[in-house]
């Protein structure tokens, strides 16, 4: 049984870190590890990604980029996203997601089939 579990989040002021985890179990040859958030009344998005099958490469929304670091301990099979200089706006519950993805739909929600329970991040100002 595939099981991705989320943790890591919490409360944190404006500028600061967080790191979140998600560990993952019944593994099932997934091509693209992903983060995505969904704050209240929006939609879901996507942050960033890793594709597993192609030297761990990533992708950022721009929103992101630059203060949000996605990365893959293959060993522990765990998906982390190291938030930093976070902003109220970054406020939101975030999923970690996997799936065998093609590139060009790598933020797009639809595409994955194993999710998180999700964890909350909230930045106060």
């Known amino acids: 049984q595939v099981q991705l579990v989320e943790s890591g989040g919490g409360s944190v002021e404006a500028g600061g870190s967080l790191r979140l985890s998600c560990a993952a179990s019944?593994?099932?040859?997934?091509?693209?590890l992903a983060w995505f958030r969904q704050a209240p009344g929006k939609e879901r998005e996507g942050l960033a990604a890793?594709?597993?099958?192609?030297?761990?490469?990533?992708y950022y929304v721009d929103s992101v980029k630059g203060r949000f670091t996605i990365s893959h301990d293959n060993a522990k099979n765990t998906l982390y996203l190291q938030m930093n200089s976070v902003k109220p706006e970054d406020t939101a519950m975030y999923y970690c997601?996997?799936?065998?993805?093609?590139?060009?739909?790598?933020?797009?929600?639809?595409?994955?089939?194993?999710w998180g329970q999700g964890t909350q991040v909230t930045v106060s100002s």
């Open positions: 019944g593994y099932v040859n997934w091509s693209c």
């Open positions: 890793i594709r597993t099958t192609t030297g761990g490469r990533t």
């Open positions: 997601a996997a799936g065998r993805v093609s590139w060009w739909l790598i933020f797009s929600a639809s595409e994955y089939n194993h």
